[in-house]
């Protein structure tokens, strides 16, 4: 804050607080607290003394909002606490020519006393910090430890020293007419809204663009893999020929030469072979090299073409987050930090899958969604509660005991109708109506899913819901997944 935002606040404070007591103090960061002053519409007093940013200011929040994002009071606060009870504000100041204020408090102890303290709100840089200082301007205690004289506790505070090149930011214009505590609650909100989706976006993009990369490095792997074993048929040719010229081949140390009696002109063909070995135990040698190369490459081929796969996969996703990031979707990009899919072969993808599968069947609707099906009631809960995210579809048999199935949608799509309708005839399918001609599904998203406190496995109550009729049938078009 420059000197003119906070020339221009003091008097919006001072109009909000004097005369006010201060009540439970929230500390929000290692820097930052809100106060409660029991003023109307949800105000409560913000100050932060974070170096990068320090500011004051009033707030509009919902109390359980404000005590959702309240962490453990630090000693410093604590002894707030303990100085404010019996205390009111009264004079809200500007520290002469500096970029601070005081807070001046006054009251009556247990014992009928008077007594005065001042909390100073230091917001200088990189040396802002709050202070609670006595009558005689002598600091008690602070929230940071900052050098300097008049900045330790037991000195006379006194405003940090400044450099010659240390000036201070320009005042800049007035904003006459405002609330001003809401235009900078606003910019700090925008501005935190924003680095949260900087942050979101840059970590669910980087994750995606390591994934391609390790990728590519396993597909570098397995080529070179391939290339060490060489050319199995060459292998056999070889072990082939050595057989067919046992008799007639000539050796010249390590060199062998043959007839290549398999070519309709029968050239010579020279063969390295170990010169310590017979020409039977040069061949078997050959064999198996050509066993072991044809192995291979038949495997690293399917390994090939489950990585090729992925990295379709990976790249088609990579351009669904950049679309996110540019359509400013956080929504999807959260969605993204738990729904991300890890393709290829990593150790935990398989781990996951085996969890899902262990309590779910799944399935593939015609329009290419997955389905899970709970398996028995205890899997219910896990698939509803552990695996289920907050948009993926989830359905259940309306009238009868049965499974839970969940719709999964990690790109946020619309769920086509098709896929509604078959996912609601495995839900009656796998219930104990299924020998009815038709049965009611019931079917919501999974946010609006709840668990009632000591009910029974797989027992569940719904928020909202809708319901669709169909006939207990295993659809034609879905597909099970191994």
Do not use: C
């Amino acid at each position: 804050m420059n000197l003119a935002t906070i020339e221009q606040i003091i008097p919006e404070l001072r109009t909000a607080l004097v005369g006010r007591r201060p009540g439970k103090i929230f500390p929000l960061s290692r820097h930052s607290m809100a106060i409660d002053f029991r003023l109307s519409d949800s105000q409560y007093l913000f100050i932060s003394v974070e170096p990068a940013n320090p500011r004051v200011y009033l707030i509009r929040r919902r109390l359980r909002d404000i005590e959702k994002a309240s962490g453990n009071p630090s000693p410093f606060v604590m002894q707030m606490k303990k100085r404010f009870s019996g205390a009111e504000i009264e004079a809200v100041e500007q520290v002469p020519d500096e970029r601070g204020l005081r807070l001046l408090f006054a009251g009556t102890d247990e014992l009928g006393l008077d007594f005065q303290f001042a909390l100073v709100i230091q917001l200088s840089g990189k040396s802002a910090n709050l202070f609670l200082t006595d009558a005689s301007n002598r600091i008690g205690d602070s929230l940071r430890d900052t050098l300097g004289e008049g900045q330790q506790i037991g000195d006379t505070y006194q405003p940090p020293l400044r450099n010659s090149s240390d000036k201070l930011p320009p005042s800049g214009e007035q904003l006459e007419h405002v609330n001003l505590s809401a235009v900078l609650d606003a910019e700090d909100l925008e501005k935190k809204a924003e680095a949260e989706f900087r942050s979101v976006a840059n970590t669910v993009r980087s994750k995606m663009v390591r994934e391609i990369s390790r990728l590519e490095k396993l597909r570098k792997k397995l080529l070179d893999d391939r290339e060490s074993h060489g050319d199995a048929d060459r292998w056999k040719r070889f072990g082939d020929l050595i057989l067919a010229n046992l008799g007639t081949a000539k050796r010249n140390g390590s060199k062998l030469t043959v007839i290549d009696y398999f070519d309709d002109a029968t050239p010579a063909v020279d063969i390295d072979i170990d010169e310590n070995d017979e020409l039977t135990e040069a061949a078997e040698k050959f064999f198996k090299r050509y066993t072991k190369a044809r192995n291979a490459r038949d495997e690293i081929a399917k390994r090939l073409e489950a990585i090729e796969d992925g990295m379709r996969s990976a790249k088609a996703e990579l351009a669904n987050i950049d679309k996110s990031i540019a359509d400013r979707d956080l929504d999807a990009l959260r969605d993204r930090l738990g729904h991300q899919p890890i393709v290829g072969s990593s150790k935990k993808e398989k781990e996951k899958v085996s969890a899902t599968s262990a309590v779910a069947r799944v399935f593939i609707s015609s329009d290419g969604f997955e389905i899970l099906v709970g398996k028995r009631a205890k899997d219910n809960d896990q698939l509803t509660f552990k695996i289920a995210k907050s948009l993926d579809v989830w359905m259940h048999a309306a009238d009868y005991p049965g499974s839970h199935v969940v719709i999964r949608n990690r790109d946020r799509k619309e769920i086509p109708p098709s896929t509604l309708l078959e996912a609601a005839q495995l839900a009656a399918f796998y219930s104990q109506g299924k020998a009815q001609p038709k049965a009611a599904v019931h079917y919501t998203l999974k946010k609006f899913v709840n668990k009632p406190k000591g009910s029974a496995p797989g027992l569940v109550s719904l928020a909202s819901f809708k319901t669709i009729l169909v006939e207990p049938e295993f659809p034609d078009k879905v597909q099970k997944k191994d």
